[in-house]
């Protein structure tokens, strides 16, 4: 009961789009299997607003387990921050230098914590985290882990 896109999707991976949007209301469906197969797909997505959706969903514990049966979190590339300290999806960090946010309008302070970041898969430089309410990417030469 998939469209081809859809289809596409869960057989070669998503890539970022609109027609993606329709997994915010699909996580939350009635049916276990069709919360599976939006979680997976958020997850293979990756994308800042996909993971947004991740952090809110609630799965019970064994559709949870059975969501992250076959996919792999093993990250290919490891985070490193400026101390070379090993980051995780979830930790925390300090920044370490006041960094202009380009398009947010603000300058982040040094000493901001930030909390439960996100791991830029494709990046060992990057990472993503909430700032002053904004999601943005932070390098990770400009954070110490807490």
């Known amino acids: 009961m998939l469209c081809a896109t859809c289809m596409e999707g869960v057989t070669a991976g998503p890539t970022d789009g609109p027609h993606w949007q329709c997994l915010n209301e699909a996580i939350w469906s009635e049916d ?8 997976r797909l958020l997850k293979g997505l990756g994308a800042a607003w996909a993971n947004d959706v ?14 992250e049966a076959g996919v792999s979190d093993v990250p290919e590339i490891i985070h490193r921050d400026t101390n ?49 309410g904004q999601r943005i990417v932070i390098l990770t030469e400009f954070v110490k882990k807490s």
Do not use: Y
Request: net charge negative; glycine share 12%.
């Open 54 to 67: 991740l952090d809110m969903a609630w799965l019970e514990p064994e559709v949870q387990a059975w969501a």
């Open 32 to 39: 276990e299997a069709t919360k599976v197969v939006a979680w």
């Open 84 to 132: 070379g300290a090993v980051l995780a999806q979830g930790d925390s960090v300090v920044l370490i230098k006041d960094l202009p946010v380009k398009g947010g309008g603000f300058t982040a302070k040094r000493g901001t914590a930030v909390r439960n970041i996100a791991l830029v898969p494709d990046n060992a430089g990057h990472i993503e985290g909430r700032v002053e």
